[in-house]
């Protein structure tokens, strides 16, 4: 999994009919200062996040699992929301 | 899933006789600020999008999960098109 | 896999239920001097790694066969602890 | 899928006897300009591509549909010959 | 796959039990013009690799079968020891 923060949503009317009902968010992954790093990810919310907090989120196989949507075409999800970090580097 | 931008299509005569049928479009992954970001994928269209749509696309098993096509060696789709971002970073 | 250093801990009370019991750990990768680079990973820890430990980390599917959870949204795992490195580049 | 151009093939007489019979080829993969852009992969080829030319190649389970060898370790294989790309970027 | 060249070895005494009998190669991928590209990679050897070799490597569930352990945490595995490349880039 990687460290992110929900920056947006995201509205697609015409998209894989199994998608309908996954909110999709705009997710910047985070470097281990918490500084966005990388390219935005759209992942489906499992956990009810909000624009702004910090999450956790899984890509492949891992993101299907969240979302209980085995034979939907998701490859990233948001699986935890982060309410501490312990870090040391 | 990544924003991406569809800027072009692609023709392979000789291709792998699964993909026959799969519409091939090149597609600029975008950063952030809906930038070109990273180098072009050449995903399947599972949802009609045209050249110069934003869209969300999908890698590994989902893009063949969204082409219907468990059997064809696809490893990119376009799974929506995108009809409004709200992003705050 | 990659090697990495477990430089924290996380703490997300809202998560994928099959989360629940496997301690999430943020991992560091490591260059080929073992310096930090790249961006944190979040794994399950498999082996009772502790911070600041030099570990192997595997990703994808290896990692919920590593946490014996084929179920969970796991995509990243700490599946062994460093004792010894003979490198030579 | 990525774009990508031959530019080299291997030999490796010791290797996983499930290789034995595929052709490998050393892959470029290309930008949007069609230059090249990170680093080779060696791809094994399912369309009777040669060196020189432009290709689309497919990575992961992708790359094992394609050279209908479900049972051998393959994460890369080429698709597709490319006859024409129109793009607008 | 990927080309690279076997840099070291690595012992780690507490890891998963799938891992037992697994023998783990730090191996260093490769550009184009077969220098070091990239951060390494632990590898599982399925083909007697020694240090200094160039090898082809596979990741993912390539790598797993290779080591015909389906049911281990192996995303990495050296699949040929390369005898000849002959490039044109």
Do not use: H
């Not at 993101?63 to 075409?73: E, L, Q």
């Amino acid at each position: 999994m990687r460290m992110g923060k929900v920056i947006g949503t995201l509205v697609a009317t015409k998209k894989d009919e199994k998608l309908i009902g996954s909110k999709l968010m705009i997710t910047q992954p985070l470097d281990a200062s918490l500084n966005p790093k990388g390219d935005p990810i759209v992942a489906v919310d499992t956990v009810g996040a909000g624009i702004g907090e910090l999450i956790i989120f899984a890509t492949g196989t891992a993101s299907r699992i969240a979302a209980r949507k085995m034979d939907a075409p998701i490859d990233a999800a948001i699986v935890g929301i982060i309410d501490e970090i312990n870090m040391d580097n």
